[in-house]
């Protein structure tokens, strides 16, 4: 699986949105691009995921570039309960070619702190 | 649907006791996975099941780890004899085929003093 970079923190206003960046430059033709969070003490939360065109859902938005060698997470009016962290993932989904059946390898991530 | 449960919450052993991890994956969910976090070595894959199977343990520490599957409704993950350095939150997910989405159960806290 690619590996991901992100910035250890960031900072965000509350009502404002939250822009969180991925680089992930050795991605594969198909390898999708995942978001978990994880706020404190709790397990880890699906946001959204993508392969190469811009998805939304009603948690986020994922912007891929075109040559999808990073992305974008946002959050388009962040709360305080959006303070987490954000880790990017990229991976073969469960069943595609190359499965490692849903195997998640998570980085450090990035702290966002959303603040009244 | 309840999500992913995981007992206990928390745990607190002495070196060299053995601790038993236990979990119950969603229903219908096929592949189960035991996580590891601590705050040196992030979040990291111990093993993984696959409709009851152990696919790949290649992240379980060291023999004092074990792990099982008896059913498709209960996993546990054992450490014997536990040591301080075993403290962490020990997260347990589960996945069905068709979805792209792990499912985490809320953690157990484990400390070995």
């Known amino acids: 699986d690619a590996k991901t970079t992100q910035p250890p923190s960031m900072d965000c206003a509350e009502g404002r949105a939250a822009n969180l960046p991925c680089n992930h430059s050795?991605?594969?033709?198909?390898?999708?691009v995942y978001w978990y969070r994880q706020i404190h003490s709790q397990g880890p939360q699906y946001i959204i995921h993508?392969?190469?065109n811009n998805e939304t859902n009603e948690m986020a938005s994922l912007i891929i570039t075109e040559d999808r060698k990073s992305s974008t997470l946002i959050l388009p009016h962040a709360t305080l309960r959006d303070t987490a962290v954000y880790y990017c993932i990229v991976r073969v989904p469960s069943g595609g070619r190359g499965s490692t059946l849903g195997r998640l390898y998570f980085g450090r991530g990035t702290q966002l702190t959303v603040w009244p | 649907d309840a999500g992913v449960i995981q007992s206990p919450r928390h745990e607190v052993t002495e070196m060299g006791q053995e601790v038993t991890l236990r979990c119950k994956p969603i229903s219908g969910h096929n592949s189960l996975f035991w996580y590891r976090q601590t705050m040196m070595r992030g979040l990291e894959l111990l093993i993984y099941f696959n409709n009851n199977v152990p696919i790949d343990d290649s992240g379980m520490p060291e023999d004092r780890f074990s792990a099982k599957m008896p059913n498709a409704s209960f996993s546990t993950l054992k450490i014997q004899p536990s040591e301080p350095r075993d403290s962490a939150v020990y997260f347990c997910a589960s996945l069905t085929g068709g979805s792209r989405e792990q499912y985490f159960g809320p953690g157990t806290r484990l400390t070995v003093t």
């Open positions: 993508g392969l190469k």
């Open positions: 050795t991605i594969s033709g198909n390898e999708y």
